[in-house]
Every structure is written in structure tokens, then in C-alpha cells.
């Protein structure tokens, strides 16, 4: 069992940055993928960013490419989000997932097991 506990959202203006966290619990954390998805109002969740186990792969949704980078520090059971040039669009609850099949990379939400409670991010024009 993994917890997953979001933190970093906030307000900021269009072009500004911010810094997702997200802790886990639980001694098997080094060993899952970990994804980032969004929900915005009246929207779908969706995919973001993931990062496989040791760090060494990332995958980005296209409209983030460039502009987000996902980050993690296993000896501190934690994964980043690293948000810069930020737009409108981009306002969501922001989630972060694990997904604890050996070798599992996927955009897919539904590949994720466990999942943190979510923090705001708002952007304003």
C-alpha cells in the first residue's frame, strides 16, 4: 500500500512557475512509476507527465512539453513537478498516481493504483 499526499498548488499569473510535491508512504515507492494527471472543471481527468522508477524515463503530455518537468528523489520518497511559463489552460486539480506493475510506463489512468487527494493549481490571465 502507497499514500500519496499532493502539495505546491497555489495561484499565479500567467508565465509564472510553481513546484508540485508529492510524498509517499511506504517502502516500495522507489519501485512504481509515477504520473501526474490533471482535472479541470467539467473536463476530464488527464494525463500530464509520468516518471519510471529509477528516474531515468519521462514521458510528457504534448501541451506541457517544454514547459513542465518531472522529477524524483527516491531517498526522499518524493516526485516533482517542476510547472514554468504557465497559462490559463492550465488550471486543474493536479494528481499525482502509482502505478506498482514491474516496468509499467502509461499515460493511461486507469494503469495507476493509487492515487494522492489532489491540490488546485490556478492560473490567471
Known amino acids: 500500500q502507497v499514500q500519496l499526499v499532493e502539495s505546491g498548488g497555489g495561484l499565479v499569473q500567467a508565465g509564472g512557475s510553481l513546484r508540485l510535491s508529492c510524498a509517499a508512504s511506504?517502502?516500495?515507492?522507489?519501485?512504481?512509476?509515477i504520473g501526474w494527471f490533471r482535472q479541470a472543471p467539467g473536463k476530464e481527468r488527464e494525463f500530464v507527465a509520468a516518471i519510471s522508477s529509477s528516474g531515468t524515463d519521462t514521458y510528457y503530455t504534448s501541451s506541457v512539453k517544454g514547459r513542465f518537468t518531472i522529477s524524483r528523489d527516491n531517498a526522499k520518497d518524493t516526485v516533482y513537478l517542476q510547472m514554468n511559463s504557465l497559462k490559463p489552460e492550465d488550471t486543474a486539480v493536479y494528481y499525482c498516481?502509482?502505478?506498482?506493475?514491474?516496468?509499467?510506463?502509461?499515460?493511461?489512468?486507469?494503469?495507476?493504483?493509487?492515487w494522492g487527494q489532489g491540490t488546485q493549481v490556478t492560473v490567471s490571465s
Open positions: 511506504g517502502r516500495t515507492f522507489s519501485r512504481y512509476t
Open positions: 498516481a502509482a502505478d506498482r506493475r514491474v516496468g509499467g510506463f502509461s499515460p493511461n489512468l486507469r494503469e495507476y493504483d493509487y
